[in-house]
């Protein structure tokens, strides 16, 4: 163990006073946030516009009240400005073709008898050619109190069919379109796996640059051979798996610290947060063990250390940009699986977990998944023919 | 013989189909220099890696201090002191740090592995530039350390595997008198060449090894014997020297003499011991010598002997 910790403390000296391991750990991911921070730091601070809504609906329909009355209380809900205008269909055509609103909603004359008997009925929704996103959310509000509505249909031609007195069918549609779900979704925290962009592109360059972080470490092993040192600590009455272990420990401290100072001065500079510092630090232990066990495999086939690097960069850029290191990925059927096994897609969705307030015990998932990778690749390397430094 | 220090018994290694060391043995008693003397390609590399217990041998054994050496085996590695051929030091680390991370890691420690460490610094001549990163060195330097390295641990067998390639005339010269320095100390020294100059020099006994099998070996006396070497005196000046050639061929010791308008060829069994006799003789018959040259066998003719070819081929 004295031997272990006696090379591993060397080679850490080493790679302290080797810049290019500073700039490739640590200036080229910062600078890399840094631009796509400039780039793309604009989605998140979207501003909606104010959107104006022209409305044709019955006086007397209740129903149809209900759904302008939805409308209109869209206002000031995340960030919107709605301004509801109640004018008869024509003139609502009329500020549709003119610019004048961004949506128009026409309720026909007969929607509420017509939804409470189960009767087909429809409203006609008029989008502006330059309506933007507003009117999109307005839309889709719409159309979740239309299915509501629509769920009272049903009711009443299931109580029609059944032979319901009219005054209980009444009361059933009632409770149908305005009782409201029987179940709800609550989100916990925890369980919000999304992280804002700014947070996404820290942790993804951390995750990627983690890669190539351990890949000095290892690569190590080759550089000694090609030096000669190798031969030399060979000669020395250690046991062989000593200079092994050492290059392991090295790339796995190196990538620890490494993510680290990314989470934290990414963090700084982004404004973004990861949560509980334990289970963060626990993340990123096992996101290092990960990467380490995938250069280890690449030492094993890599003959130089010039291959080896090439071998890492490949490695890294297919992991990171699978992982959603620079942008969201996202993939169906196994593919999906596949990229769910991802390390680097592991540590963002335990950063997202933990930057939702989740904790040490909400991150078993990704922890499995990144120390299931290790394991599977340090297996894999035990198979695989060694063409490399240890042949 | 049981006190060798090295003991190499049938050797053998091969790659794919070359056996690139074939039924290799040699031994080293202590304070013994052994040359291991062939051109490039001929084994020794080989050879040392696996007495080092670098790789294993497919057939034969080695003996360290009277241990068996393999890779896996640690104990007779602490006996060792190995100077690669290529230089094995890392650059990111002083010269003082090169040598406590290899001293530490062959067990030496606190006021023991200082002490060891300055000692070895004094010794290749780095103390006062201990402090600086060994990237920094001349070439000179760097290989002084690289062997500075080999000697920490004061090892019984110390391998010195080619260790004057590549290197300025005065860095060479200092390298091999620290070399005669340590076997006069008492240390067994594998010193691998294939510099016959070198080999001539340093070398108690010289193997001489070629296509992985070591043709012969014995001091270079008895491998000058071992072709039935003669000395030759070649005699230039004015004179009559057919007629003294008579009197030169009565000398116990000449066995031919030849010669022509201006000069002799004697060919002798000792020329140093005869040529005072043979000079006085020379003159006695009213010779005015110019010059006198002697030319004794080498390992170079013993190789091309042995081999058929030349150390540098």
Redesign the interface.
Known sequence: MRQLLVLTGSDLLQRARDTSLFIFALVVPLALMSVFNLVFGSIEQLELEPVTVAVSAPADDDMAGVLVEVVRGLKGQAGLDVTVDEVDAGTARDRIDDGDAALALLVPDGFGQAARMGEPTSVEALRGDEAGIEADVVLSVVDGVLEQIGAGAVTARAGLAEGVPPQELADLVGAATSGGPAYTLEQGRASDEQLDYGSSLVAGQAGLFLLFTVGFGVSGLLLERENGTLARLRSMPIPGWVVVASKALVSFVLGVVATAVLLTVGGWLFGAEFGSLPAVAVLVMCASAAATSVMFLIVRVARTSEQAGIATSIVALVLGIGGGAFFPVSATGSLSALLDLNPVSALLRGLGTTSGGGGLGDIGVPVLVMLGFAVVMASVSRLVPDRGVLA | MTDDVLVVDSLVRRFGDLTAVDGVSFRIAPGETYGLLGPNGAGKTTTI?MV???IAADEGTVTVAGQPMT??T??P??H?G?V??????????TGR?NLA??G????LRGAALRGRVEEVLSLIGLADRAKD?SKEYSGGMKRRLNIG?GLLNRPTLLILDEPTVGVDPQSRHAILESVEALSGEGMAVLYTTHYMEEAERLCDRIGIIDSGRLQAEGTRDELVRLIGGVDTIRLGGTGDLAGAADELRRIPGVERVETERRSAVLTVKDAPALVAQVVGTAAAHGVTLADVEISRPDLESVFLHLTGKGLRD
Do not use: C, V
Request: aromatic residues 6%; proline residues 10%.
């Open positions: 890696s080092a217990g670098l890779p896996r640690t104990g590695k602490r060792l190995l690669p051929q290529e230089l094995a030091i890392y650059p990111d680390l740090e991370l290899f530490r890691l062959q067990g990163r390295i």
